[in-house]
């Protein structure tokens, strides 16, 4: 009997089916990042219309009160993520990621129908602000574990080599959706009255997002599941879990996403509103202004990705945090009612944002085993995004309202020191195969 190892697989050696080829990992890739976008369009559409929410869904006697529930709303759902992402997080290690990403798109487009279809509060009293509450703690736990999800697929069958090209595709669906989100924005307070905006134009990218996930889940059902995971679950041999590599490795990903979060949830779900309440600039320019601006951020993502497939992951994370402790005060300052002053400004943050959202993908997978990444990526990512990311628009009207605003820049500045701290603990792990991590 021969005692030579088998190879991946299966315990035989040979495969229960033929491996991806490039080929059709490109295809996966494309209905991975399409149903991506959609789901970060969903999710950012409600930051875009907060305003408007704030007046439909909560009492309109007092706006800033009304404005802070609405922003309240939006971190609750971001509260959720985290238990979202350990639960479908194991449930992608155990059954798959495929499974995972048709599942949340499901639940995605479930909730942002009921939010476009829900009774206000004047029709409803309190129970509307109730029901939306529930959507966006639907959403949260859905996004949880589509975000965890997306992170890891698209790492397990990118090239080594290319990781980090092939995941800062990723951040573009984040910066994509926004973009859309906010593109829609736009063309809903430029062609209707604020009147019609308030009363039901609102609502129009809810459901005109529930309705776009029914092709995203179509393309989704056809996606390989990861060779990665499949080779992991075929194998024979069971290694005992490094608990304390994982658990240091947990810490470092939360410290690590806390600045990167914190700036990225500044810089495109509430500098428009900080714009339009606070500078007094018009919605409708607002809106483009930032459209305009992840746009030109949108671009440089592949450019930051293959860059860190040859220079490494660390020093591009460290450089993000110099870069944004240096220039957030002075980029916060710089706006005001003008448009290009916001374009400017959101311009080069996000430009900054873009290098480590670029490397999130490729970095995060490569400090976790196979067999427990999805759910240690579900949980690290969450809990640092729904602690620093969806809480940052909530604190930075809040200290703007009690005449502090130089905190909300001082907050951002000390995460994005955390993340630097975190990356420079980290080990390099460009080019490495994730089987080994």
Not at 173 to 189: N, P, R
Not at 236 to 265: C, D, F, N, W
Not at 309 to 334: E, H, K, S
Not at 386 to 406: D, H, K, T
């Amino acid at each position: 009997m021969s005692n030579a190892p088998a190879e991946p697989g299966t315990a035989t050696g040979e495969r229960t089916q033929p491996s991806p080829t490039l080929r059709s990992k490109r295809k996966s890739l494309v209905a991975s990042t399409i149903g991506n976008v959609l789901e970060w369009y969903e999710w950012s559409a409600y930051a875009v219309f907060a305003p408007f929410i704030a007046t439909a869904m909560f009492h309109a006697s007092d706006q800033v009160s009304a404005l802070l529930s609405t922003l309240a709303v939006f971190a609750v759902g971001f509260l959720m993520r985290p238990l979202g992402g350990i639960v479908f997080g194991g449930v992608a290690d155990r059954r798959g990621r495929k499974f995972v990403l048709v599942t949340t798109m499901l639940m995605m487009a479930g909730g942002s129908l009921v939010i476009g279809l829900m009774p206000t509060y004047a029709s409803l009293g309190a129970w509307a602000s109730l029901i939306l509450l529930l959507a966006r703690m639907a959403q949260g736990f859905a996004h949880g574990g589509e975000s965890a999800t997306a992170n890891t697929y698209i790492a397990e069958i990118a090239p080594s080599e290319r990781r980090g090209l092939w995941g800062s595709i990723v951040f573009v669906a984040i910066f994509g959706g926004s973009a859309i989100a906010f593109s829609v924005g736009g063309v809903v307070t430029s062609v209707l009255s604020d009147d019609e905006v308030a009363q039901w134009g609102w609502r129009i990218p809810f459901v005109l997002g529930a309705f776009l996930a029914l092709a995203a889940l179509y393309l989704r059902r056809g996606m390989d599941e990861s060779e990665v995971f499949s080779d992991e679950k075929s194998g024979t041999e069971v290694r005992p879990s490094p608990k304390g590599q994982v658990a240091r490795s947990v810490l470092l990903v939360i410290l690590m996403t806390s600045g990167i979060t914190a700036a990225h949830y500044t810089w495109t779900s509430y500098v428009s509103t900080y714009a339009i309440t606070q500078k007094g600039m018009d919605a409708g320019v607002a809106y483009w202004c930032s459209v305009g601006a992840q746009c030109v951020a949108l671009v440089t993502l592949p450019l930051w990705g293959r860059l860190s497939d040859r220079v490494g992951r660390r020093p591009m994370m460290i450089t993000f945090a110099v870069l944004m402790i240096a220039l957030q005060i002075p980029l916060t300052g710089l706006i005001g009612s003008p448009g290009w002053t916001l374009l400017v400004a959101a311009s080069v943050a996000l430009t900054v944002v873009a290098i480590p959202g670029a490397l999130l993908s490729a970095t995060m997978s490569e400090n976790f085993p196979t067999r427990v990444r999805t759910q240690a990526i579900g949980f690290a990512y969450s809990v640092s995004v729904a602690v620093f990311g969806g809480s940052a628009p909530y604190l930075n009207q809040l200290f703007i309202e009690l005449g502090v605003a130089r905190l909300s820049s001082l907050y951002i500045m000390l995460l994005c020191a955390f993340t630097g701290i975190a990356c420079y603990l980290m080990r390099e792990t460009k080019g490495i195969h994730l089987k080994d991590a």
